[in-house]
């Protein structure tokens, strides 16, 4: 149980254009999604925190008009990079939290390259 | 400001032996620790976690035990397996949040 899928696993797009990445919690509901973001060799940095139903909360210096979230649903989040920008490629793991001590399980990630 | 060090990058071990894992906080209001595996171009998975309450937890082969004076928790894998290379990292949260701030991580190699 407690299994969370991303989608894409990678993808590679032009700048300029704009990319969805979705999470999905395949057996459980969740009401709180994140959004994370890692660089080679650096750990996870926390970009949001995603809430079913209400808009999503950035931390700081995370643009939320390029960084869009939207969680339309208690198994859904998704992550759309704006005009996306080669500084913008980055691996990108959502994580969602179950049980009595906010578990986060994580995605396997979704490689974003931006040309 | 890193509030959460995983001051080595990388650590080698023999097969059958220790691997220890070390972690530094500097927030004291972290009362909430977690361990993470992470193979490469996969998301974390949970390892094993303590609260600030205790000072040690142990699940199978993996122990944690926790210093709140030293603000240090460490992570032993005894007897280390060449599958537990991977990296490792420690993430902590406070006052029950379910925000986690994460080290940098560890790379363990454990060689046959």
């Known amino acids: 149980g407690a299994v969370v899928s991303q989608h894409p696993s990678w993808v590679i797009c032009k700048s300029g254009t704009s990319v969805k990445i979705e999470c999905r919690s395949l057996d459980f509901q969740a009401t709180t999604m994140f959004w994370y973001r890692q660089f080679p060799k650096q750990s996870l940095m926390l970009m949001a925190t995603s809430n079913e139903g209400s808009k999503a909360t950035y931390e700081q210096g995370v643009e939320k008009d390029k960084f869009l979230i939207n969680h339309a649903s208690l198994t859904l989040s998704t992550l759309t990079v704006t005009s996306a920008h080669p500084e913008d490629s980055s691996f990108y793991i959502c994580s969602a939290t179950l049980g009595p001590y906010n578990e986060q399980f994580f995605g396997p990630g979704t490689r974003l390259t931006v040309l | 400001d890193q509030q959460v060090k995983q001051n080595s990058p990388s650590l080698s071990v023999q097969e059958g032996r220790i691997s220890i894992l070390n972690c530094d906080y500097t927030n004291s209001m972290f009362d909430y620790f977690l361990w993470y595996k992470k193979y490469p171009a996969e998301g974390p998975t949970f390892l094993i976690s303590?609260?600030?309450?205790?000072d040690k937890n142990e699940d199978g082969r993996f122990t944690v035990f926790l210093n709140k004076s030293a603000k240090h928790l460490s992570l032993h894998i005894v007897p280390s397996q060449p599958g537990d290379s991977a990296v490792y990292f420690c993430a902590a949260s406070w006052g029950g949040s379910e925000k986690l701030v994460f080290g940098k991580g560890t790379k363990l190699t454990v060689n046959p």
């Open positions: 303590i609260s600030s309450i205790k």
